[in-house]
């Protein structure tokens, strides 16, 4: 299967998807229930794009192409809804947040079908273990190289929205230290982390040939990078963030990723280099473990930050973007969150000092993901 | 592993009880996980096996009388009732009123049916109104034992164990209406016949709520997943069952209710050990042990047709009433009938049901209970084979860590 040619789409939409846990009422572990309540949402005459994943207690709902900030929350909302009308009728819950705190990987159930399966046959435990829950958020390229350019700019920012959207502090039982832990278990793939770089779609193919050639992959969605090409839609995809615990900071930190993408388009303010990427794992990994108390280390002035000050310094320099877009609200409460050092991690931690009762830290989160 | 001992030498003979509870507690486990490695049948089929084999090779009678030993069997029962209350979650009942219709359906269904055989056999219409009561249950020991011994998560599993409990409680109910109208029909008047069931519905609420709030307060202080928070669940229980006696109120509504009430109040998951621990875990083997000695090899195979028609007319009432409203309750087809089937189990509260028929008309309670027998009986063991395959059906279980227990 050769690369697909890359689909015009209006610079600067967006889309975003939505990895959503299903719990039990009782326990508020996971419950494998996606194929009932898709069943139920049909029955109810659910519109909306809503898909099962790779284990039967996830789902995944996404949004149409979104003009703005507002559009992305409206659609997300009416989704949110209507997957809880469908969850109370079959008594589940459904909630945010990037990985399970207490359900044991071992429990889960592949869900059927061809493509899980082989997966769950190439991967084993890791198939498992991929009972995570994530954002991804598409934004919409004019071209192939403009998307690439995109791309390996946006990637230097990586770290930022890490910080901001993490909410896997719980996995397994256990705190794990780390704010967002559940990239750790994407890590775990061979072929995760960064796309190479290449800044033309010329260059982009023949290095997918030369995959496909090996047999290491066969299509795009072998690829398990932070941020890939979706050439289908004409987009690239961030798929960093953690599922937020509220649509609604699903939709601000969309936002976000929207204005770095105008700013970066627009005015261009730096030249993407291989050399970015020497500290980008370094800087994945303070994100990740540390949140906004992390380093970050300016890939081009080699200067070290902390990196929620990072991320005001990001929001201010944008700010003319966020103007033009109208995601100024989305983009301050994000920069805020910075400057107090809150995001959801340190909520369900908070949570969880008050209540250290892990099934009950899971139903605060999904009266959060209702309010 | 038939608890033959005949070959024992005399000496044994003169052994206390204790000693036959000894070997039930040594020998009912090993039956257990016998049937459950060789035949992959749940494990308290076993201990009904051995209750089986033992009421009809000893004399273990005077163990299972013993009022000690009958205390610690209503604990245990109340354990289950209790554990099962606290999974029941009434809310859900107003977010989907197809389950009210789907328990009305397999529960009145069932009623009608039994009612009718029973009136065709000329059981008379007391005695026919009683077993088609007691037939609406499906035993919420037996459903909670065998969920809880398979970890089942899911849609049927939920909602086998919300319509269990409330078949149980329309059963109670519907005995003490039947008790009411056999009042009046022996010339009381409207009020002395309401009386009785009254102050019984009353003091059952009251003491209810009381459990209710006694296990509240306990789980806001302690933590319930520790061993010693939960041997004061026990106590409390038990403390729950003395009080029900003196009130007169009923033993299986008690702790179903209180379990309900406390989960409907208060939403913060409630999670303690499956059982109460080790100490509960011990009690419903003897629970199932004992359940099996009630009932009688010569029942099944001779007290016959009438029994295998109740079974079957049973099963096809409990199948048709989830059936009926199963797509519009958010079911699929296979699920609703798997439902169906997981309800069938019926055997130990069909019996505390008869007692308090019984006490107060000991005539119609030995009807009943005759009647009741052969059914029972069968479905002491295939009831739990019948749930397990039904949730195993469905995926609600996980195979493979049961597998690798084995292993």
């Known amino acids: 299967m050769s690369l697909e040619a890359f689909s015009t789409s209006r610079a600067l939409t967006l889309g975003v998807e939505l990895e959503l846990q299903l719990v039990g009422t009782h326990d508020f572990d996971l419950v494998a229930a996606a194929p009932d309540l898709l069943r139920v949402l049909e029955q109810q005459g659910f519109v909306g794009d809503v898909k099962p994943e790779i284990t039967s207690s996830m789902i995944e709902i996404a949004t149409g192409i979104c003009e703005d900030y507002g559009d992305v929350l409206a659609q997300l909302t009416a989704l949110r809804n209507g997957l809880l009308e469908g969850a109370r009728r079959l008594d589940i819950g459904i909630c945010g947040g990037g990985a399970h705190p207490f359900q044991l990987w071992g429990e889960r159930q592949i869900t059927d079908g061809v493509r899980y399966k082989h997966l769950s046959d190439l991967y084993g435990y890791l198939a498992k273990q991929f009972t995570v829950f994530g954002q991804h958020v598409h934004i919409g390229c004019p071209g192939p190289d403009e998307a690439l350019r995109l791309l390996h700019g946006m990637s230097r920012f990586i770290p930022h929205l890490i910080a901001l959207s993490a909410s896997s502090p719980f996995v397994q039982g256990h705190d794990t230290g780390f704010d967002s832990a559940r990239l750790n278990s994407i890590f775990a793939f061979p072929l995760s982390g960064r796309a190479p770089f290449v800044l033309t779609w010329a260059d982009f193919e023949a290095y997918f040939e030369k995959m496909a050639r090996t047999g290491v992959v066969e299509s795009m969605k072998d690829f398990y990078w932070d941020i890939r090409p979706k050439p289908e839609y004409g987009t690239i995809e961030v798929r960093v963030l953690d599922t937020p615990l509220t649509v609604e900071r699903a939709a601000r930190l969309a936002a976000l990723i929207q204005t770095i993408a105008r700013w970066l388009m627009v005015d261009q303010p730096f030249t993407p280099a291989e050399d970015d990427y020497l500290v980008y794992a370094f800087n994945r990994f303070q994100a990740c473990r540390f949140g906004y108390e992390g380093v970050w280390v300016d890939p081009e002035s080699g200067e070290r930050c902390v990196l929620g000050d990072a991320i005001v310094a990001l929001v201010n320099r944008i700010g003319p973007h966020a103007a033009v877009l109208g995601t100024q609200a989305a983009c301050a409460a994000l920069a805020h969150d910075a400057a107090t050092r809150t995001n959801d991690a340190m909520w369900l931690r908070e949570q969880y000092r008050a209540d250290p009762l892990l099934p009950e830290l899971v139903r605060q989160q999904c009266l959060r993901w209702a309010e | ?407």
């Open chain 2, 1 to 407: 592993m038939a608890p033959d001992l005949s070959f024992l030498p005399g000496w044994i003979a003169p052994l206390d009880t204790s000693f036959w509870l000894a070997m039930l507690l040594v020998i009912a486990p090993l039956a257990g996980e016998a049937v459950f490695r060789l035949l992959g049948w749940p494990r308290i089929v076993g201990y009904t096996l051995v209750g089986l084999f033992a009421s009809n090779h000893l004399d273990a009678g005077g163990l299972a009388l013993s009022e000690g030993f009958r205390h610690g069997l209503e604990v245990a029962m109340a354990v289950l009732l209790f554990e099962l209350g606290s999974r029941v979650h009434l809310h859900w009942l107003r977010d989907n009123p197809w389950l009210i219709a789907t328990s009305l359906a397999e529960a009145g269904m069932t009623f009608v049916m039994v009612f009718g055989i029973g009136h065709y056999l000329g059981l008379g219409f007391g005695s026919s109104i009683a077993v088609g009561a007691v037939c609406m249950v499906s035993s919420p020991a037996v459903v909670m034992r065998v969920a809880s011994e398979l970890n089942a998560r899911g849609q049927v599993t939920e909602r086998l164990l919300m319509l269990s409990a409330l078949n149980t409680i329309y059963a109670v109910l519907a005995v003490q209406v039947l008790l009411a109208l056999l009042g009046q029909a022996h010339g009381q008047s409207v009020l002395q016949s309401l009386q009785a069931p009254l102050r019984y519905l009353v003091s059952t609420f009251v003491l209810a709520l009381l459990l209710a709030a006694a296990v509240g307060v306990a789980r806001r202080r302690l933590d319930l997943a520790n061993e010693n928070s939960v041997l004061l669940l026990i106590g409390l229980l038990f403390l729950a069952l003395v009080l029900v006696r003196l009130a007169g109120a009923s033993p299986i509504l008690v702790p179903l209710l209180a379990g309900m009430v406390l989960r409907s109040r208060d939403l913060r998951p409630c999670l303690w050990p499956r059982h109460f621990g080790t100490a509960g875990g011990a009690l419903v083997v003897l629970l199932f042990v004992v359940n099996g000695m009630a009932a009688d090899w010569r029942l099944i195979v001779g007290g016959g047709l009438a029994g295998v028609t109740v079974v079957v007319l049973r099963a096809a009432a409990k199948v048709g009433g989830s059936v009926l409203f199963g797509r519009l309750s958010g079911l699929s087809m296979g699920q609703s009938v798997a439902l169906g089937i997981a309800l069938l189990p019926m055997s130990g509260t069909a019996f505390l049901l008869t007692a308090s028929l019984y006490l107060a008309f000991p005539e119609l309670g030995r009807h009943v209970a005759a009647a009741l027998a052969g059914a029972a009986a069968v479905m002491e063991i295939a009831g739990p084979i019948a749930t397990q395959w039904a949730l195993r059906h469905c995926g609600e279980t996980n195979i493979g860590k049961e597998a690798h227990h084995v292993a």
